[in-house]
């Protein structure tokens, strides 16, 4: 396995490389929750705090190798010895003298270059300070390496593009004319009159800023605040007048320009093997900032490092809240960065990064569920408000709000106004809560009332109901106009139950806009998924298993719901379609308000005999002689997988989701498993790939297979499948198989040498091998759960912690023992594992258990729980061990 993009440093994640600034789509996301940053080893990329305030213009993965404008540092020593200190200049020959390293961790970013002809090293640091300060810091030393003292005029020169991304095509020239620029003592601050938008125009109240100092504190010399007065008419960037002409600014500039933070420090003189140290504020603020009191905070280097250290510690708990000791260090160093990736999606949403040039902001419906399985394996307690509040995206006809805001319960549908159904979304939330209830034992979040979402697309965006408007408001109302609230339990029958009677010609639930697969979006007619009919049936099962656990004798919905309670015979495809039509009918204005009381057994079995007749529907018409299950039908109603002519067409998620989903005999996984193998594995790069090559395109499915094969949804190896694929498996025993397609993804990652990415889990790798779209992923969450849950099997089971290792003899390759820390029941544990005669997985029972040192009784089985009053009972200030022998 190749790895010389990068090398790990210490255990915490951070790494050095000498030539990571030769890969110019590499970046590192910074951020706070106020402020999200990307930059690449040459500073290119940018600084946002959201779709309508970009400090600096938006980047997408070609701009970080085309732009000219970067976040730059000049020294000018004479007109033949000009030099960037970020690389970043017309003068190629004297960057190619530059010896660069670069050093970076979470999440912060430390460049070096040292050019001996010009007898200067430069040490650039990049941070995102926590806390509620938009702002990013840029540290620049600047050190003589030569034997004689070099005199110097520095520059810190940053393109201020101060505006809405909507802009960038948009009036881009017109919205400059908007801006104000104020000089400062300590640089420039930006503020814009207006947001321009011709649909209506809004009074603007966000200040963009630049501000600098030298390591005593004091301001710059000179600042150049348009990019016309720095750069001259060429406007060129890597070659500004200022400064290859050594030109001062005129003492008077125009509005209404570019803006531009240059600022020139006074002339300075280094002896030999001194330092200089400057810092540069980027930032954003709302209504107004003190330049002169922002600077107070990081006037100083020790200033500096505090604030660094704060930032590093800050993401080192991030990424411990789960700590692998695996052997191998590099994939417990990799691992942290993907501990991270859930909280980075929190913050980002699923854009603002270069490789995610689309969308508004925010995350959608299916990420918003995803991500919390980090955050409920991580700290339970804190997410129950956070899951309540997010099932007020639910709508009566199942469907739901398709855009998360940034405030907990803040929804948003058809922003960009197209009606779109992902008929998967109604899997989602369940698959949560039922970890969170395994977790907690707290089934008393079932009952916790939660109103539904309300906006003018109804009966799953097939109707539009002109009456609505945003007056009315993003609830749903009764008839009498109240804001009708009704338990989680309900919206989880809601949302599973419309699915039973919302399918297809051949009975399966229907594909709508699509499924989990964005690219199958041309199937809305007739199209059919198959692959997540199998999950909404065992949806079914655990929404019964749950009912039967909260022990309640009977439990109260909406009226409306006993509609989707009849009995009759399941293949009649006509009475499911008049069933769900006259529950829409009665719910698309409004609800009664009136309740009834169901009985909780009945309920439990009625719910369970439509589960086990949609997994032996699926049984017997979808297995394929092929040997593996047919997932889809396409909107002129015909079968996608299976043979095709003298091809074979295979998908990836119509395996993946009846194994996970128990549908799936232990026969069929064989030779699913066997038809993967033969069908799916890249051979080349050794991954998964989410489906065979179509040949050709397939406009009665998607999108998808209108890209190239091996690139995004046709054919790539897509992480999150992959994941969820290695998770089915080791749910149903197969801990080789599911190893093996988990550990090809660290795999890929670390082989740096065709994957060229920092340490991540990526969305997904193309035919090259190489990493696509870093850290904004949700197999990030399904990885960290899969290695917890599954590999190390430490994980909650009705509240008790269950442990049960489907650990490989290749885990203990290195040494006889591994572990994992983690947090259960508001304790700190780390479970240490001891196999000294390296057994398989399948060979080991439990032989014998240490509980900080004390003997626990053990009856050598292949599992161990250990009781929540137990775990409550042990101290609360450390790390509890639990050292479990395998013999």
Request: aromatic letters at 10%; glycine letters at 8%; proline letters at 3%.
């Given at each position: 396995?190749?790895?010389?993009?990068?090398?790990?440093?210490?255990?915490?994640?951070?790494?050095?490389?000498?030539?990571?600034?030769?890969?110019?789509?590499?970046?590192?996301?910074?951020?706070?929750?106020?402020?999200?940053?990307?930059?690449?080893?040459?500073?290119?990329?940018?600084?946002?705090?959201?779709q309508n305030s970009f400090l600096l213009e938006p980047a997408s993965r070609v701009d970080l190798s085309s732009s000219r404008g970067s976040r730059n540092f000049w020294v000018y020593i004479n007109k033949d010895k000009i030099w960037s200190a970020s690389g970043v200049s017309k003068d190629l020959k004297q960057i190619s003298q530059d010896e660069f390293n670069l050093e970076a961790g979470q999440l912060w970013q430390r460049v070096s270059r040292k050019n001996n002809k010009v007898g200067l090293k430069s040490e650039i640091l990049s941070f995102v300070p926590?806390?509620?300060?938009?702002?990013?810091?840029?540290?620049?030393?600047?050190?003589?390496?030569?034997?004689?003292?070099?005199?110097?005029?520095?520059?810190?020169?940053?393109?201020?593009?101060?505006?809405?991304?909507?802009?960038?095509?948009?009036?881009?020239?017109?919205?400059?004319?908007?801006?104000?620029?104020?000089?400062?003592?300590?640089?420039?601050?930006?503020?814009?009159?207006?947001?321009?938008?011709?649909?209506?125009?809004?009074?603007?109240?966000?200040?963009?800023?630049?501000?600098?100092?030298?390591?005593?504190?004091?301001?710059?010399?000179?600042?150049?605040?348009?990019?016309?007065?720095?750069?001259?008419?060429?406007?060129?960037?890597?070659?500004?007048?200022?400064?290859?002409?050594?030109?001062?600014?005129?003492?008077?500039?125009?509005?209404?320009?570019?803006?531009?933070?240059?600022?020139?420090?006074?002339?300075?003189?280094?002896?030999?093997?001194?330092?200089?140290?400057?810092?540069?504020?980027?930032?954003?603020?709302?209504?107004?900032?003190?330049?002169?009191?922002?600077?107070?905070?990081?006037?100083?280097?020790?200033?500096?490092?505090?604030?660094?250290?704060?930032?590093?510690?800050?993401?080192?708990?991030?990424?411990?809240?789960?700590?692998?000791?695996?052997?191998?260090?590099h994939f417990d160093n990799w691992l942290r960065w993907v501990n991270i990736q859930p909280h980075l999606r929190k913050i980002f949403g699923c854009s603002f990064l270069p490789d995610f040039d689309y969308g508004k902001g925010g995350r959608g419906w299916r990420d918003l569920w995803q991500d919390c399985l980090g955050l409920i394996l991580n700290d339970p307690q804190k997410v129950r408000s956070l899951l309540i509040n997010n099932f007020g995206g639910v709508k009566i006809d199942g469907s739901n709000a398709t855009i998360i805001g940034k405030a907990p319960?803040?929804?948003?549908?058809?922003?960009?106004?197209?009606?779109?159904?992902?008929?998967?979304?109604?899997?989602?939330?369940?698959?949560?809560?039922?970890?969170?209830?395994?977790?907690?034992?707290?089934?008393?979040?079932?009952?916790?009332?939660?109103?539904?979402?309300?906006?003018?697309?109804?009966?799953?965006?097939?109707?539009?109901?002109?009456?609505?408007?945003?007056?009315?408001?993003?609830?749903?109302?009764?008839?009498?106009?109240?804001?009708?609230?009704?338990?989680?339990?309900?919206?989880?029958?809601?949302?599973?139950?419309?699915?039973?009677?919302?399918?297809?010609?051949?009975?399966?639930?229907?594909?709508?806009?699509?499924?989990?697969?964005?690219?199958?979006?041309?199937?809305?007619?007739?199209?059919?998924?198959?692959?997540?009919?199998?999950?909404?049936?065992?949806?079914?099962?655990?929404?019964?298993?749950?009912?039967?656990?909260?022990?309640?004798?009977?439990?109260?919905?909406?009226?409306?719901?006993?509609?989707?309670?009849?009995?009759?015979?399941?293949?009649?495809?006509?009475?499911?379609?008049?069933?769900?039509?006259?529950?829409?009918?009665?719910?698309?204005?409004?609800?009664?308000?009136?309740?009834?009381?169901?009985?909780?057994?009945?309920?439990?079995?009625?719910?369970?005999?439509?589960?086990?007749?949609?997994?032996?529907?699926?049984?017997?018409?979808?297995?394929?002689?092929?040997?593996?299950?047919?997932?889809?039908?396409?909107?002129?109603?015909?079968?996608?997988?299976?043979?095709?002519?003298?091809?074979?067409?295979?998908?990836?998620?119509?395996?993946?989701?009846?194994?996970?989903?128990?549908?799936?005999?232990?026969?069929?996984?064989?030779?699913?498993?066997?038809?993967?193998?033969?069908?799916?594995?890249?051979?080349?790069?050794?991954?998964?790939?989410?489906?065979?090559?179509?040949?050709?395109?397939?406009?009665?499915?998607?999108?998808?297979?209108?890209?190239?094969?091996?690139?995004?949804?046709?054919?790539?190896?897509?992480?999150?499948?992959?994941?969820?694929?290695?998770?089915?498996?080791?749910?149903?025993?197969?801990?080789?198989?599911?190893?093996?397609?988990?550990?090809?993804?660290?795999?890929?990652?670390?082989?740096?040498?065709?994957?060229?990415?920092?340490?991540?889990?990526?969305?997904?790798?193309?035919?090259?091998?190489?990493?696509?779209?870093?850290?904004?992923?949700?197999?990030?969450?399904?990885?960290?759960?899969?290695?917890?849950?599954?590999?190390?099997?430490?994980?909650?089971?009705?509240?008790?912690?269950?442990?049960?290792?489907?650990?490989?003899?290749?885990?203990?390759?290195?040494?006889?023992?591994?572990?994992?820390?983690?947090?259960?029941?508001?304790?700190?544990?780390?479970?240490?594992?001891?196999?000294?005669?390296?057994?398989?997985?399948?060979?080991?029972?439990?032989?014998?258990?240490?509980?900080?040192?004390?003997?626990?009784?053990?009856?050598?089985?292949?599992?161990?729980?250990?009781?929540?009053?137990?775990?409550?009972?042990?101290?609360?200030?450390?790390?509890?061990?639990?050292?479990?022998?395998?013999?």
């Amino acid at each position: 396995m190749e790895n010389n993009l990068y090398n790990f440093t210490d255990n915490s994640g951070s790494f050095k490389s000498s030539f990571a600034h030769k890969i110019k789509s590499l970046y590192l996301p910074l951020c706070n929750e106020f402020l999200m940053s990307s930059v690449t080893a040459d500073l290119h990329g940018d600084i946002k705090s959201g779709q309508n305030s970009f400090l600096l213009e938006p980047a997408s993965r070609v701009d970080l190798s085309s732009s000219r404008g970067s976040r730059n540092f000049w020294v000018y020593i004479n007109k033949d010895k000009i030099w960037s200190a970020s690389g970043v200049s017309k003068d190629l020959k004297q960057i190619s003298q530059d010896e660069f390293n670069l050093e970076a961790g979470q999440l912060w970013q430390r460049v070096s270059r040292k050019n001996n002809k010009v007898g200067l090293k430069s040490e650039i640091l990049s941070f995102v300070p926590v806390g509620s300060d938009a702002l990013e810091i840029m540290q620049v030393r600047i050190t003589n390496i030569s034997k004689k003292k070099i005199s110097f005029i520095p520059y810190a020169a940053v393109p201020l593009y101060a505006r809405s991304a909507d802009n960038l095509r948009d009036h881009r020239h017109v919205t400059s004319l908007l801006t104000r620029i104020k000089e400062d003592k300590y640089g420039v601050k930006v503020k814009p009159t207006l947001l321009f938008d011709e649909s209506g125009h809004r009074p603007n109240n966000t200040v963009y800023y630049l501000a600098a100092c030298d390591s005593k504190g004091k301001g710059p010399q000179y600042i150049y605040p348009t990019q016309e007065m720095f750069c001259g008419d060429s406007g060129d960037l890597e070659a500004p007048q200022a400064v290859f002409e050594n030109k001062l600014p005129q003492k008077t500039f125009l509005q209404g320009k570019e803006p531009m933070g240059a600022v020139r420090f006074a002339k300075i003189t280094l002896p030999a093997q001194a330092q200089a140290t400057y810092t540069v504020i980027m930032g954003i603020a709302q209504g107004d900032c003190n330049l002169n009191s922002l600077i107070s905070k990081f006037n100083q280097p020790a200033k500096i490092k505090v604030h660094f250290d704060k930032n590093r510690e800050f993401w080192s708990k991030q990424a411990g809240l789960m700590e692998v000791s695996s052997g191998n260090r590099h994939f417990d160093n990799w691992l942290r960065w993907v501990n991270i990736q859930p909280h980075l999606r929190k913050i980002f949403g699923c854009s603002f990064l270069p490789d995610f040039d689309y969308g508004k902001g925010g995350r959608g419906w299916r990420d918003l569920w995803q991500d919390c399985l980090g955050l409920i394996l991580n700290d339970p307690q804190k997410v129950r408000s956070l899951l309540i509040n997010n099932f007020g995206g639910v709508k009566i006809d199942g469907s739901n709000a398709t855009i998360i805001g940034k405030a907990p319960g803040e929804f948003i549908a058809d922003r960009n106004n197209i009606s779109r159904v992902w008929m998967d979304h109604g899997v989602w939330p369940l698959v949560t809560l039922d970890l969170y209830i395994h977790e907690t034992a707290d089934l008393g979040i079932l009952f916790a009332p939660a109103a539904y979402f309300r906006n003018h697309q109804v009966n799953r965006a097939r109707d539009i109901d002109r009456c609505w408007s945003p007056a009315y408001g993003s609830r749903l109302k009764t008839k009498s106009g109240k804001i009708y609230s009704g338990t989680v339990l309900e919206h989880l029958l809601v949302q599973n139950l419309v699915q039973f009677y919302n399918v297809g010609a051949h009975n399966h639930v229907r594909l709508e806009g699509a499924d989990w697969n964005d690219g199958l979006d041309m199937g809305k007619e007739n199209g059919e998924s198959v692959a997540f009919s199998s999950m909404y049936a065992q949806n079914l099962i655990t929404l019964s298993q749950l009912l039967l656990k909260t022990g309640v004798q009977s439990l109260e919905v909406a009226e409306e719901l006993q509609i989707l309670l009849a009995d009759f015979n399941y293949s009649l495809i006509a009475q499911k379609h008049k069933i769900l039509e006259k529950y829409f009918s009665q719910t698309k204005d409004f609800l009664s308000g009136r309740k009834i009381r169901l009985d909780a057994v009945q309920l439990s079995d009625s719910l369970k005999k439509k589960a086990l007749w949609m997994k032996s529907h699926i049984h017997r018409s979808e297995w394929l002689k092929e040997g593996f299950f047919n997932g889809y039908y396409d909107n002129r109603k015909c079968r996608v997988d299976g043979k095709k002519g003298n091809s074979v067409q295979m998908t990836l998620a119509s395996q993946v989701f009846p194994i996970m989903s128990q549908t799936a005999d232990h026969r069929q996984i064989e030779k699913i498993l066997f038809n993967v193998q033969r069908y799916l594995i890249d051979q080349p790069a050794g991954g998964i790939r989410l489906n065979t090559d179509f040949k050709k395109e397939q406009h009665d499915l998607g999108r998808a297979f209108s890209f190239s094969y091996g690139d995004k949804e046709n054919g790539a190896v897509f992480s999150h499948m992959v994941v969820m694929f290695a998770y089915a498996l080791y749910k149903q025993g197969y801990a080789s198989s599911g190893w093996k397609a988990l550990n090809s993804l660290y795999a890929l990652a670390a082989n740096t040498g065709l994957s060229k990415i920092y340490p991540c889990l990526p969305e997904y790798f193309d035919r090259s091998g190489r990493g696509m779209y870093a850290y904004l992923t949700g197999s990030a969450s399904w990885f960290i759960l899969t290695i917890l849950t599954q590999v190390f099997g430490v994980r909650g089971q009705d509240g008790d912690l269950i442990i049960e290792p489907k650990l490989n003899a290749e885990h203990f390759r290195k040494s006889s023992s591994t572990s994992i820390k983690r947090v259960f029941a508001g304790r700190r544990i780390k479970v240490e594992f001891i196999n000294s005669r390296k057994l398989d997985y399948g060979k080991y029972k439990i032989t014998k258990v240490l509980l900080n040192s004390e003997n626990m009784l053990v009856d050598k089985t292949s599992q161990l729980i250990i009781t929540r009053p137990v775990i409550l009972a042990l101290p609360a200030k450390k790390v509890n061990l639990i050292r479990i022998y395998l013999g």
